[in-house]
């Protein structure tokens, strides 16, 4: 999953990246309102973590506009407010759920869980394609009654394989779902872990194949 952590705290913002990194996630960080928005213009977010005050403005007037402009990304807001008044409103703004500053770090990763799992799609724990079955929650794939245990991108690419089979994937939207905007890795680092999510297939019926020229994308033999 790539995240949009939106805090202007340092200290915190560090450490929540470098937790949801852990779990495997791509985390891009702004400190801004305005460097949110440069974000939001040039990648897509499964999941955006919102700060209320901060030093361009409030992040409520962020949430309001988000969903003025019909964005389904689901947003949860970290906040110093601990009155109803103040949780009640976010949540009529357009919130999906909230957490009161300071927070534990496991709670955090939970609520994270929690959000994903109540949109679905590709946030669902459990996948199934042909005789394979991704289950992203122990990070595992499980062909049969063998089950590998992946790495931390392997899980996220196929995830992305997973949710879409037979669309066609290019490496730039691969490397937008991988990794953040501060890594310095080039297209040729998809075309390594392409290599290793092929090979941990290869017990299926479930392939990656390379469509010349555009990108990848799951298929199943026949």
């Known amino acids: 999953m790539r995240f949009l952590l939106i805090e202007d705290n340092e200290s915190l913002a560090g450490a929540v990246v470098e937790r949801l990194q852990m779990d495997g996630h791509v985390v891009d960080h702004a400190d801004t309102l305005d460097a949110a928005q440069a974000c939001i213009a040039v990648a897509d977010y499964d999941l955006i973590l919102l700060d209320i005050m901060l030093p361009d403005g409030d992040g409520r007037t962020f949430l309001a506009s988000h969903r003025k402009a019909e964005k389904q990304t689901p947003v949860i807001v970290t906040t110093a407010r601990s009155e109803v008044s ?106 390594v872990y392409v290599g290793r999510i092929r090979k941990r297939l290869e017990p299926s019926s479930a392939r990656i194949e390379t469509v010349r020229g555009l990108g990848y994308r799951l298929v199943a033999l026949t």
Do not use: W
């Not at 770090?105 to 109540?118: G, K, N, P, Q, Y």
């Open 86 to 191: 103040d949780r009640v409103g976010l949540l009529d703004l357009g919130a999906d759920d909230y957490i009161t500053k300071p927070f534990d770090f496991s709670e955090l990763e939970a609520r994270c869980r929690a959000v994903l799992r109540r949109h679905g799609g590709a946030a669902a724990n459990r996948v199934v394609f042909a005789d394979a079955v991704l289950d992203s929650t122990a990070g595992e794939l499980r062909i049969g009654e063998v089950g590998q245990t992946l790495r931390n991108r392997e899980l996220r690419l196929l995830e992305v394989f997973f949710a879409s089979p037979g669309q066609v994937f290019s490496k730039s939207y691969l490397m937008d779902r991988l990794f953040s905007f501060s890594s310095d890795v080039n297209e040729n680092a998809i075309e």
